[in-house]
């Protein structure tokens, strides 16, 4: 991370008074629009104060300070200034239109919060009002910055300085917002290619997420200072006098230590302490041209032993996000150090990301912003927000077309996500995958490198009980969509088919009944609304008496309980039965095919199920608030590891049942009890810190 960028956060971290953020702003930017931003702020936000007890001015001051490091236009900085005036005072954006013109006002619109919800946004009755509202101001800045990248880069300073000035918050407010900092704000510096942004915002969240872990980090690297700045002193002076002695002259060597949140992901990744870590120590060789890349790669390779596997062409295949350099690792004596290589115009694009082609004119990569674009914004809003943090919190695998054109995936994606980076059409109607020429499933999980062909059929195919394997927003929308439709068919068929179980009639008659009762438009409902069945069983039968159709009696309609399976129904049930074809779990949508005195339970998206339907009962599962769960770890094998883990699930809430290590490795099973609606937060919570081998309800069928 530049030097002068560090010192500039200092500078602002020590900032008190508005006079002090004024002078410092004006140092780096004086213009005359610029005065009028700030004097016009000063007036708007007058008598506000942040919760440090400061004037509350001084942030959005400071904030386009941190803006300018980025970009030297006078139009960024002052929408900068202005970002929270029309959130937080009288001030319209119409007003901010005519002092400052369009371009400012578009840039403040972007960033201002949504603070109402309108009944026009459709907000589902359910939703958690305050989650809804971030939700809904992420969404509205996304699509603005579709318009305005800028927008985003001004919203990460904005996000920066929030972060420096944490300490004023309380605890729970601290994690919460280091948490989306972490989660979606450096994911997007880094799809921006801006790595002094991202670098700063993951070890500031780091510091407050993990205290513990980031002091180790602290203390560790502190501790061993002095020696670590005598080895990359050593090793950069050696290939300093390499370079030169082989006719090279213009170029700089720096070295570092590798950021703290990048070290605690290595440990965590390789199940390691910082002690065992090998390679903290990384320099960089920066010269004018790409081809002396390659030349200074040869010199460092003909004189220190590289370690293969760890070598990355980024100036061949640059990133998605426009980052270029060559990286290597070698040994010098007992140490490991990473070398990455690159020319100027890199560095400063590999820094500065997006922004560097408007300060710079830059003869390199420009990140791939197509990733905005192909957000599924008409999705449901908080669907959209937790599968847009799921496509942004992901680390990258590259894979290539047959024709070598690169695609960028988050790791874990599947041939099939991958099908729908290509095109809907080809996502939609897959029906196998070539894998490095090999034959494999649409489900398969790609890594870095893959050479990936997508077979096609003729027909759209829906893959309902795929969609929570599949890794990228698009192909789960996709397939949702899909599947919207299939379950719309299928719920009326069903539908059709309960009734026909219930009245033994044909389907000619009951087709009938059911537009005589105008209930062809709702008549999919009694698929999922027991008491709406019972309403509809009645008008049918009341029309049928008018109509004389009657030839049996019994209409009487019973609930029957079979463990965690309800059955409504007018017949005699003795017994049920879980097909194996589909594998329905707990919670799924299911279905039951009636068989004489037996009920046969499917998935409802189950082909087979779907062949077979003619009559049919009404099931549902059995809920209970508190659910018990077989949940499955990866623990490292360190002494405390066990209590480490269960310490971190009773913080959570979590009882424990019964807890089994494994002999044969680290993993450990537990029967687990919680409340089932923080289902899916636990499990994100215990994911974001172990290895989750399994984790499902002791509930399912196949679990007794």
């Not at 002068?4 to 002078?23: C, G, P, Q």
């Not at 020696?227 to 002076?237: I, P, S």
């Not at 998935?603 to 009404?618: G, L, P, S, T, W």
Request: charged share 30%; hydrophobic share 40%.
């Amino acid at each position: 991370m530049r030097e002068d960028f560090l010192h500039l956060l200092e500078t602002i971290k020590h900032i008190k008074s508005t006079d002090e953020a004024v002078r410092l702003l004006l140092l780096r930017i004086n213009t005359p629009l610029i005065n009028e931003a700030i004097e016009f702020a000063i007036k708007a936000h007058q008598g506000q104060k942040r919760k440090s007890g400061e004037d509350y001015v001084i942030h959005p001051i400071l904030v386009a300070t941190i803006t300018s490091y980025f970009s030297d236009d006078e139009n960024v900085i002052t929408a900068a200034i202005l970002h929270d005036v029309v959130e937080d005072t009288n001030y319209t954006i119409y007003y901010i239109k005519d002092k400052f013109g369009e371009n400012v006002a578009n840039l403040v619109e972007g960033l201002t919060k949504i603070v109402e919800i309108r009944q026009s946004s459709l907000v589902p009755s359910t939703s958690n009002e305050k989650l809804t509202k971030s939700a809904m101001t992420f969404r509205k800045m996304l699509l603005a910055s579709i318009a305005d990248i800028r927008v985003l880069v001004i919203k990460l300073c904005d996000r920066l300085h929030n972060m420096l000035t944490l300490d004023a918050l309380p605890p729970h407010k601290q994690k919460r917002i280091a948490e989306e900092t972490l989660v979606v704000y450096t994911p997007i510096a880094h799809r921006l290619g801006i790595s002094t942004l991202k670098n700063c915002l993951e070890d500031l969240a780091f510091k407050y997420l993990l205290p513990e872990e980031y002091k180790k980090i602290d203390v560790y690297l502190k501790k061993h200072k002095e020696e670590f700045r005598l080895r990359l002193n050593e090793f950069t002076q050696k290939i300093q006098k390499l370079l030169l002695k082989e006719g090279l002259k213009d170029f700089e060597v720096k070295s570092r230590i590798k950021h703290y949140y990048s070290i605690f992901l290595k440990m965590q990744r390789k199940g390691i302490s910082i002690e065992e870590i090998l390679d903290l120590l990384a320099v960089r060789i920066i010269v004018n041209e790409p081809i002396e890349c390659y030349e200074s790669l040869g010199v460092i390779h003909l004189n220190f032993r590289p370690l293969i596997s760890r070598f990355k062409d980024y100036i061949a295949i640059p990133k998605e996000n426009g980052y270029q350099t060559l990286h290597t690792t070698v040994y010098d004596g007992n140490s490991i150090i990473e070398v990455q290589i690159r020319t100027f115009d890199m560095d400063k694009n590999a820094e500065f990301g997006i922004a560097a082609h408007w300060k710079y004119k830059l003869n390199t990569a420009l990140p791939n912003v197509k990733w905005l674009e192909d957000m599924k914004f008409d999705e449901d809003i908080e669907d959209f927000y937790e599968l847009a943090k799921n496509d942004l919190f992901s680390e990258d695998i590259v894979v290539y077309s047959p024709k070598f054109e690169t695609f960028t995936l988050p790791r874990g994606a599947t041939a099939l996500d991958f099908a729908y980076m290509i095109h809907t059409d080809i996502g939609n109607k897959a029906i196998g995958a070539y894998i490095n020429k090999e034959k494999a499933t649409l489900l398969t999980t790609l890594k870095t490198g893959d050479i990936v062909r997508i077979v096609t059929g003729n027909e759209v195919i829906p893959r309902c009980s795929w969609i929570e394997s599949l890794k990228t927003s698009k192909a789960k929308y996709e397939q949702k969509k899909l599947c919207r439709q299939k379950e719309k068919e299928i719920n009326k068929k069903l539908a059709l088919a309960i009734l026909k179980g219930i009245f033994d009639i044909n389907e000619i008659k009951l087709r009938a009944l059911i537009k005589a009762n105008y209930l062809c438009d709702s008549i999919s409902k009694i698929v999922e609304d027991k008491n709406f069945l019972k309403d509809v069983v009645k008008r049918l039968y009341k029309t049928m008496r008018k109509r004389n159709l009657l030839y049996f009696k019994n209409i009487n309609i019973k609930e029957h309980e079979f463990g965690n399976i309800r059955i409504l129904t007018n017949k005699q049930i003795s017994d049920i039965s879980f097909n194996y074809c589909c594998h329905p779990k707990f919670g799924d949508k299911i279905l039951g095919l009636l068989k004489k005195r037996e009920v046969e339970i499917h998935h409802r998206f189950c082909n087979n199920a779907e062949k077979k339907i003619d009559k049919a009962v009404f099931v549902e599962w059995i809920r209970n608030t508190q659910n018990r769960y077989f949940l499955v770890v990866t623990l490292q094998n360190k002494k405390g590891e066990l209590a480490k883990f269960i310490s971190f699930l009773s913080r959570l809430g979590i009882f424990i049942h019964s807890i089994n290590l494994g002999k044969e490795s680290n993993n450990c099973k537990m029967e687990i009890e919680f409340d089932s609606k923080e289902f899916n937060n636990i499990k994100q919570k215990i994911a974001n810190e172990y290895n989750i081998i399994e984790f499902i309800s002791t509930k399912d069928a196949y679990n007794g």
